[in-house]
């Protein structure tokens, strides 16, 4: 059974201020991970966020296991080297990550100091991954 989604929202966060220039003026139509799926950038903004040790976070991917956290696990690649023009993309290093599905947010606690997060302009708590 294959599974799609209608009109999904993507809410990126990132720490380098300095990738800010590609999404106020993006050279070509970005494209979301392995698919040919365009997106479409609506509002890029700087936000403040601060780190917190536990939260209730949803709709996201966290590393697994994860106490307080349940869902579909999923072996996924940390990071994609695409250091070589001209040649398809390798991946990085495999892992495993839970789905958390929007619907059913999960109470975490116990993440590496600075990967969850509280957004100071919704009072959200996100997860933010960092490679080591």
């Known amino acids: 059974m294959n599974q799609f989604h209608i009109c999904p ?31 479409w950038i609506k509002r890029p ?28 696990i999923l072996v996924l690649p940390d990071y994609f080297n695409n250091n070589h023009k001209g040649y398809t993309r390798t991946i990085g290093k495999l892992n495993r990550y839970l789905a958390i599905k929007w619907e059913t947010p999960a109470k975490v606690e116990g993440v ?8 100071s302009t919704t009072g959200e708590t996100v997860y933010m991954h960092q490679l080591q």
């Open 9 to 39: 929202r993507l809410d990126l966060y990132l720490d380098n201020t300095g990738f800010r220039q590609f999404f106020d003026k993006p050279c070509n139509p970005p494209c979301l991970g392995r698919s040919q799926d365009v997106a």
């Open 45 to 72: 903004r700087e936000i403040e966020a601060a780190p917190v040790q536990q939260g209730e976070i949803r709709g996201t991917l966290v590393p697994f296991p994860q106490n307080g956290a349940s869902g579909q």
């Open 112 to 119: 590496r100091d600075g990967e969850l997060l509280s957004l």
